[in-house]
């Protein structure tokens, strides 16, 4: 179902990182997570690195699989960052796995 919200930020009123930063905000809070406890660079890079090296509609689908098991696995950082790698490691060559996902920033 389409949302009805009219309050929908946009980039140009105060940049693409403005409106994820609160974005990312929100749902940490209500979700009650560690206003601290999420990389989003890295949850991004990953994304943009799978839905380059697998399909589209596998980025989001990977990035809830990552959450899944990063959080089976205690959630702190660290499991995060495993997570992200053995995904990583599943991609063909060039699309983020020599470089364990730290790219540029850029989608």
């Known amino acids: ?19 994820l930063d609160e974005w990312t905000a929100r749902v ?35 990035a809830f699989l990552v959450g899944l098991a990063a959080g089976r696995a205690g959630g702190d950082s ?4 495993a997570a992200v790698d053995t995904v990583l490691a599943l991609l063909p060559s060039g699309d983020g796995a020599g470089d364990g996902g730290a790219g540029d920033g850029e989608p």
């Open 1 to 19: 179902m389409a949302s009805t919200n009219t309050n929908t930020k946009r980039p140009e009123d105060g940049g693409i990182e403005a409106v």
């Open 28 to 62: 940490v809070s209500v979700l009650g997570l560690a206003p601290d406890s999420v990389d989003a660079a890295l949850v991004l890079d990953l994304t943009r690195d799978v839905a380059h090296g697998v399909a589209r509609p596998a980025a989001p689908l990977t």
């Open 78 to 81: 660290s499991a995060v960052r």
